[in-house]
């Protein structure tokens, strides 16, 4: 990470910005934070990173705020694009998922299963998160919170 004196510099790419539904070129609200933690997964997280130069593969972080459409729509896309390249070769950081602890396994779940997703393919892992959690790297820290929007829920967000 780049180093400024002794503060450590953040980035945040934002792949998309727009509500649930994205127009041509754009995505929904989506943004990677470091190269290495994705905030959501849009409609189209691995084709947007790579129009930012950023590397799907080196996503280490994948946080679902919730489980609306727009924010996992791009998730077997994802997952299929790190099992291809995986199959490529090269050394990748294995891709965690985090997000609410009532709907993260079935989110995962119902993504892998619109692919064809041999037993030997690396499953992501899920690290679920309940409202009050927090969770910390050496760059980012997420907190959750119980959430009312739309459907009742719980909600990531990251600072």
């Not at 980035?11 to 943004?31: H, K, M, Q, R, V």
């Not at 070769?89 to 998922?97: A, V, Y």
């Not at 709907?103 to 619109?114: H, K, N, P, S």
């Not at 030997?120 to 998160?129: F, G, M, Q």
């Amino acid at each position: 990470m780049a180093q400024s004196g002794d503060r450590e510099r953040t980035s945040i790419t934002f792949l998309g910005t727009c509500a649930n539904l994205p127009y041509a070129g754009e995505d929904c609200s989506s943004f990677v934070f470091n190269r290495r933690h994705l905030v959501d997964a849009g409609w189209y997280a691995a084709v947007r990173m790579l129009s930012f130069a950023l590397n799907p593969m080196e996503i280490e972080h994948l946080f679902i705020t919730h489980r609306h459409i727009d924010h996992i729509m791009g998730l077997p896309q994802l997952l299929h694009y790190r099992r291809i390249k995986r199959r490529e070769g090269g050394e990748f950081p294995p891709l965690k998922i985090l997000g609410p602890a009532a709907d993260l396994e079935g989110v995962i779940e119902r993504a892998i299963g619109t692919l064809h997703w041999p037993e030997d393919a690396v499953r992501p892992e899920a690290l679920p998160l309940a409202p009050g959690d927090t969770w910390e790297s050496e760059d980012l820290v997420a907190r959750t919170c119980a959430s009312s929007h739309t459907v009742d829920g719980e909600t990531v967000y990251v600072d």
